[in-house]
């Protein structure tokens, strides 16, 4: 190699150092809480002592979001603190309730939007937490809707004020999410798995989310019910598994 | 560079078919090249120890992370074994079956042929039967044990 070659050379890998140390992208925060908020529990997917539950509101505050991108891969299997090594904190979200119903045309509700170095966010963390203000202070979920079984119809109210604190591996869905390239746009999922809450009629009665599952019986009476959902695992990362602690 | 596997092996015995049948009349025989080499062997079950069979796999190259460099079916025991090229870095597998889902992740030497462990898969969920801790266990079958070039068929 030439001098001068070498001496260009050398310059390239430098701006080319330069430039990949300031590239970012865009990345956008979703919820989702699949068709079993918007939809409800509709036949054959009643919940698991045969309700069919459709939502009005399906209410959660949210707070403490960050994406990761963590080497090695965070495990939620293995819990423990994930290993960053780029954090974005969607920091103008201090604390926001939405609704699970009330989505785009893809299902999800934007959460929030923040410029991100480039890479690949392979690790989400946030807590579901109880609202500071609003017609539901103090409540982290509100689940409102209506039940029907054997032609009996309640409207109902169910709520919690748990604190349940999420740190979740990469997004497992039909397509990988998360990868920010410099100038283009990202996204990642926080999904909302409803069937752990009231569990899935077609899938028997052994089945361990049924074994877990709060159900409706309790709540047929209609009104408004406290629900325990401590030991629950209601936030995923699509179908990825999350590690969940309540307080 | 060596011929890589079991997987492969198979794919040479079909090509020698294929030569056999359908090569020019005036060839004067057939090679194969056999070898064997690591592979990536996954095993995906749910943590009630119950196979995924026939769950859908999809492999990701470290240059490619977006888009599946290979697809695939696990088989009866929830296996599914592949032979990563040269491309160095981290590879990823994912494994779904029926809304249930996990990554897992593999490091792929420089020379194509150290294949470490970096990560084992995330939990598989647990809707179904129970709580899919999945897990898709990775190994390495090998460690590219010999190279060796057999002749198959004598020139006619």
Request: contains cysteine.
């Amino acid at each position: 190699m030439s001098l001068p070659c070498a001496r260009f050379c050398t310059l390239a890998t430098a701006l080319t150092i330069g430039t990949a140390a300031a590239a970012e992208g865009t990345l956008h925060l979703f919820a989702n809480g699949e068709a079993l908020a918007r939809e409800g529990f509709v036949a054959p997917e009643l919940t698991r002592d045969g309700w069919e539950l459709r939502f009005d509101h399906v209410f959660v505050t949210l707070a403490g979001l960050s994406a990761l991108q963590t080497d090695p891969p965070f495990d939620a299997a293995a819990g423990g603190k994930p290993a960053a090594t780029q954090t974005v904190v969607f920091d103008s979200i201090q604390q926001v309730t939405i609704d699970l119903t009330d989505t785009d045309a893809q299902g999800r509700v934007l959460l929030g939007t923040a410029p991100a170095p480039q890479g690949h966010y392979n690790a989400v963390v946030w807590s579901v937490v109880p609202a500071q203000s609003g017609d539901w202070a103090g409540q982290s979920m509100v689940l409102i809707g209506t039940a029907t079984r054997d032609g009996q119809s309640v409207d109902f109210t169910l709520t919690s004020d748990a604190t349940h604190d999420y740190v979740c591996g990469e997004y497992v869905g039909d397509a990988r999410k998360g990868f920010v390239a410099a100038g283009s746009d990202a996204d990642l999922e926080l999904t909302f798995h409803l069937d752990h809450v009231f569990g899935r009629h077609d899938l028997g009665a052994t089945d361990h989310m049924n074994t877990h599952a709060l159900g409706f019986d309790a709540f047929a009476a209609g009104g408004t019910h406290e629900i325990t959902l401590t030991g629950l695992h209601i936030g995923h990362v699509g179908e990825g598994h999350c590690a969940v602690s309540y307080r | 560079m060596s011929e890589r596997g079991i997987v492969l092996s198979v794919t040479v015995k079909a090509l020698v078919a294929a030569l056999l049948l359908t090569g020019p009349a005036a060839a004067h025989g057939a090679f194969v090249d056999v070898g064997a080499t690591e592979a990536v062997a996954i095993h995906a079950r749910y943590d009630t120890g119950e196979p995924m069979a026939g769950a859908q796999v999809s492999v990701f190259a470290p240059d490619d992370p977006a888009h599946p460099w290979l697809t695939g079916v696990t088989d009866a025991d929830g296996g599914f074994v592949f032979v990563p090229d040269e491309r160095a870095g981290q590879w990823a597998v994912q494994v779904r079956q029926a809304g249930h889902g996990a990554i897992g992740y593999v490091a792929v030497g420089t020379d194509g042929a150290a294949i470490t462990v970096t990560a084992a898969s995330t939990d598989l969920s647990w809707a179904q039967r129970l709580l899919m801790a999945a897990s898709v266990i990775w190994g390495c079958i090998g460690t590219a044990l010999y190279f060796r070039r057999a002749r198959t068929a004598e020139p006619a």
